[in-house]
C-alpha cells in the first residue's frame, strides 16, 4: 500500500510503499544521504506524526528513523533534509571505458573514465557513482571538477581480498568497458559565506578535490583550510593540493600523518585534532567532512565543542562493501 509521505521543513510530499529513501529518490525527491547502507546515519529522520517501521523491524510513531531502511506503515511527516539544487540531477547509468590510470603509490589508483559520444552525464561536485566492473559493484567518489574533463576521475584505495581491488589492481587496461551509475549522495558545497574546512582521510579527499578545484574554477575568495589524514609519507599520493596552496593566497594546506612517521617533520596525530589546535573557535566556518566514520564521528564531536553550529558539519562516510 502507497503512503503519503510529508517532509519538513520543505512541505514536499510523495508516495512511498518501499524503503522511504529509494522510493524518494526514485521519485527526484534528493533526501540528504550518503552510504545506502545504514552505516553512516546521514540519512537519519526524525518523525513528526505516523508509523514508521524502522531497521530493526519495529513499528515506531516518534523519535528518528533512518530511511535507507525503514518503510511507512501509515501516511507519516518527517523533519529531514532535502536539497532541490539536486533535484534536476537525474541518476543514470551509462558504460564507460577507461581514458587513462596510473599508480601514484602501491595502494592508489587514479581512473580517468570516458563516457559514449553525445551521452550526458551531470553531477554537483562532492557527489559519487556505483561502478561496476566484471560483475562487481562498488561506490566511489568524483575526484574532478566538471569544467575542464568531459569524463571523471576516481581514486581508489586497494582494499586487501577486495573483489573491487583485485579486479583494478590486475586486469585494469586502457578502454577497459565499465558501467557507471549516478551521481549519487548529498555532499556538495552548500550556499554561504563562510570559511570552510575541508577535512579527509585517505582517498576521501577525492571529493574535497572536486569541490576545491570548482571553487577555484569559479574565481572563489572565500578562505579554504585543507587538511588530509594520511597513514605514512608514503600514502601522500596527489601534490596537487600543495600547489593549489602555494598558487592561491585563499587556500592553505595541512597534511597530517597518524601512523608511520619516518622521514616526516610536519603535522602529526589524529587529522580532526589539528584542526582543532589551530583555531579557537569554529563558529565562523563550515565544514566538510570525508572518510571514515570513525573520523568523522569523533570530528563532529570535537567541532562542535569548539563552536561550530550542528547544521553547518557536513559529511560522506566511506563504509567498508558488504
Not at 531502511?69 to 537525474?90: E, F, H
Not at 569523533?298 to 569548539?306: D, G, L, P, R, V
Not at 550542528?310 to 562493501?321: G, N
Given at each position: 500500500m502507497k503512503f503519503k509521505i510529508n517532509i519538513l521543513p520543505s512541505g514536499v510530499t510523495f508516495k512511498s510503499e518501499n524503503i522511504l529513501l529509494d522510493d524518494a529518490l526514485m521519485q527526484s525527491i534528493p533526501l540528504e544521504h550518503s552510504c545506502k547502507t545504514g552505516d553512516c546515519g546521514i540519512c537519519s529522520a526524525e518523525i513528526v506524526d505516523g508509523l514508521v517501521v524502522n531497521e530493526e523491524g519495529v513499528t515506531i510513531n516518534s523519535g528518528t528513523v533512518l530511511t535507507c531502511?525503514?518503510?511507512?506503515?501509515?501516511?507519516?511527516?518527517?523533519?529531514?533534509?532535502?536539497?532541490?539544487?539536486?533535484?534536476?540531477?537525474?541518476v543514470r547509468t551509462l558504460p564507460c571505458k577507461v581514458d587513462s590510470f596510473c599508480y601514484p603509490v602501491e595502494d592508489v589508483v587514479i581512473i580517468k573514465l570516458r563516457f559514449p559520444p553525445k551521452s550526458c552525464f551531470d553531477f554537483v561536485p562532492g557527489q559519487y557513482i556505483d561502478l561496476t566492473f566484471k560483475n562487481v559493484k562498488r561506490s566511489y567518489s568524483i575526484a574532478n571538477a566538471k569544467s575542464g574533463y568531459a569524463g571523471i576521475e576516481l581514486h581508489v584505495k586497494n582494499i586487501p581480498s577486495g573483489k573491487m581491488s583485485e579486479n583494478l589492481f590486475t586486469n585494469l587496461k586502457n578502454n577497459q568497458l565499465m558501467s557507471v551509475e549516478g551521481p549519487k549522495g548529498t555532499f556538495f558545497l552548500r550556499e554561504s559565506q563562510k570559511k570552510l574546512i575541508f577535512l579527509a582521510g585517505g582517498t576521501g579527499i577525492a571529493p574535497v578535490k572536486s569541490i576545491v578545484q570548482t571553487l577555484i574554477s569559479n574565481n572563489e575568495g572565500r578562505e579554504i583550510f585543507i587538511y588530509w589524514g594520511i597513514s605514512s609519507l608514503s600514502a601522500l599520493y596527489t601534490d596537487v593540493l600543495e600547489k593549489w596552496s602555494n598558487s592561491f593566497q585563499n587556500i592553505s594546506y595541512v597534511p597530517v600523518v597518524s601512523g608511520d612517521k619516518l622521514n616526516w617533520s610536519g603535522r602529526t596525530g589524529f587529522v580532526h585534532q589539528a584542526v582543532c589546535e589551530d583555531f579557537q573557535s569554529l563558529k565562523d566556518f563550515q565544514v566538510y567532512a570525508c572518510g571514515s566514520s570513525l573520523m568523522i564521528n569523533?570530528?563532529?564531536?570535537?567541532?562542535?565543542?569548539?563552536?561550530?553550529?550542528?547544521?553547518?558539519?557536513?559529511?560522506?562516510?566511506?563504509?567498508?562493501?558488504?
Open positions: 531502511s525503514s518503510k511507512a506503515a501509515s501516511d507519516v511527516t518527517l523533519k529531514v533534509s532535502y536539497y532541490p539544487k539536486l533535484a534536476g540531477i537525474k569523533a570530528a563532529h564531536q570535537a567541532f562542535t565543542k569548539k563552536g561550530l553550529p550542528e547544521e553547518q558539519f557536513f559529511s560522506d562516510a566511506f563504509v567498508p562493501a558488504r
